[in-house]
């Protein structure tokens, strides 16, 4: 069963600490991404990766870290330095990087960081 | 990277047929469309995806006038479980998404 899958659902993190987030996916995809999600507004990319080994920043990457070590695994750190990182974070993966025909983004089912 | 323009919110009956415009007037000549569609607390899932004229699937049809600069997403007949926010997208290989605010649609019994 193919797809792509996101832990912990739900993440408490002290102020302070770093904490990674775990995306998986088994699509064969080349393409992964991260998102942020503020209440109320729409999605905010992070980092994206086009193939393994390589990644670039997105709108928001200042206090986020990512690697991507193999094809099917981008896992993101939230560092102490994200001044407001409690959010709803979403990964995706797609074939291909950007809107081309067939190009669908498949996303995980999300991890809601909370900083207490 | 074309920018997009969609309403903030639309209210809708079930059993409408729903209409949500998308303005890119800077699209380029290897921009494609693509529809998202998102519910609460879950990730954006696609809809539909077009270059010009119309493209129908089973969910929804997407028109794309021949001047390309903007976008019609069609949702035949709405449930209440079509509530959710649509995303319009354009862009081309190797650019990253852009997604916007979105329009918040709620259709109501």
């Known amino acids: 069963d193919g797809g792509i899958t996101q832990s912990p659902k739900y993440l408490f993190r002290k102020e302070g600490q770093n904490v990674t987030l775990s995306c998986e996916q088994n699509?064969?995809?080349?393409?992964m991404y991260w998102y942020r999600q503020d209440p109320g507004q729409g999605l905010r990319l992070i980092y994206y990766s086009q193939i393994v080994n390589d990644f670039q920043k997105g709108d928001i990457a200042e206090g986020y870290s990512v690697s991507r070590e193999k094809k099917e695994s981008f896992p993101l750190t939230v560092t102490s330095a994200q001044k407001n990182p409690t959010a709803f974070y979403l990964c995706?993966?797609?074939?291909?990087?950007?809107?081309?025909?067939?190009?669908?983004?498949?996303f995980g089912p999300g991890t809601r960081l909370t900083v207490l | 990277l074309a920018k997009t323009t969609q309403p903030i919110s639309m209210d809708s009956y079930e059993g409408q047929e729903v209409n949500i415009t998308c303005s890119h007037n800077?699209?380029?000549?290897?921009?494609?469309i693509t529809w998202y569609q998102q519910f609460p607390s879950q990730g954006p899932r696609f809809i539909i995806q077009g270059y010009k004229t119309k493209v129908t699937n089973e969910v929804a049809s997407l028109f794309i006038p021949a001047d390309r600069k903007s976008s019609t997403l069609s949702l035949p007949r709405v449930s209440l479980s079509d509530t959710a926010v649509y995303y319009c997208l354009v862009g081309s290989y190797g650019n990253k998404l852009v997604f916007g605010a979105g329009t918040i649609l709620r259709v109501k019994s």
């Open positions: 800077n699209i380029a000549t290897n921009d494609y």
């Open positions: 699509l064969n995809h080349d393409a």
């Open positions: 995706a993966s797609s074939i291909a990087s950007g809107v081309v025909l067939g190009n669908e983004q498949f």
